[in-house]
């Protein structure tokens, strides 16, 4: 199982950036699906992004329309790291923010980091 050490989270005002970082073991990260989730107080974990390779070095992205356009998700193979740049935050960001990991977008769920906290203020 990949372990996964989400960083990058703290508090920001409305319209502000936050750049989250994922760091995973493993020794072909490079083609594994990389996700980010949300969970915001009393509501169900949601999707927020995802990376997954289509092979060679082609990867495809996917967002939820509620972050379209604002958060980019990236990664970065020599360092076993993925990436969420956030920008133009808004309040209902606010939630506590998951790394995930699988061998591909069917099993992007398989692991899953301890999260960190984004709180967005207006």
């Known amino acids: 199982q990949v372990q996964l050490v989400e960083s990058g989270g703290g508090l920001v005002q409305a319209g502000a950036s936050l750049r989250l970082s994922c760091a995973a073991s493993g020794r072909t990260f490079s083609t594994y699906a990389m996700g980010w989730f949300r969970q915001a107080p009393g509501k169900e974990r949601e999707f927020v992004a995802a990376?997954?390779?289509?092979?060679?070095?082609?990867?495809?992205?996917d967002y939820a329309d509620s972050v379209k356009g604002r958060f980019t998700i990236t990664r970065d193979n020599a360092k076993n790291t993925v990436y969420l740049q956030m920008d133009s935050l808004k309040p209902e960001d606010t939630a506590v923010y998951y790394c995930?990991?699988?061998?591909?977008?069917?099993?992007?769920?398989?692991?899953w980091g301890q999260g960190t906290q984004v709180t967005v203020s207006s």
């Open positions: 995930s990991a699988g061998n591909n977008l069917a099993t992007i769920r398989r692991s």
């Open positions: 990376i997954s390779w289509r092979g060679g070095s082609t990867y495809s992205t």
